[in-house]
């Protein structure tokens, strides 16, 4: 079965998001005592967006649980 549009460009968005997210948080400032908490939220979201595009069921209820920390 063809995977539906929303679900490319959502995973897609995750991951984009995260990697951006990474790389401007570790860029910034890498002594930040906050800084593993980011990258940890982050990574999350990149792992997210690559099985949603693989079509796992759980990375749906992670994008889902992660939204509003990685998109903010």
């Given at each position: 079965?063809?995977?539906?549009?929303?679900?490319?460009?959502?995973?897609?968005?995750?991951?984009?998001?995260?990697?951006?997210?990474?790389?401007?948080?570790?860029?910034?400032?890498?002594?930040?005592?906050?800084?593993?908490?980011?990258?940890f939220v982050r990574i999350i979201a990149v792992v997210g967006g690559v099985f949603l595009l693989m079509g796992r069921n759980w990375a749906r209820w992670l994008m889902l649980a992660g939204s509003p920390f990685t998109l903010s």
């Open positions: 079965m063809k995977r539906p549009l929303p679900v490319t460009i959502i995973g897609c968005l995750f991951i984009v998001a995260g990697l951006v997210g990474l790389v401007y948080h570790l860029s910034e400032s890498p002594l930040d005592h906050w800084i593993v908490l980011i990258s």
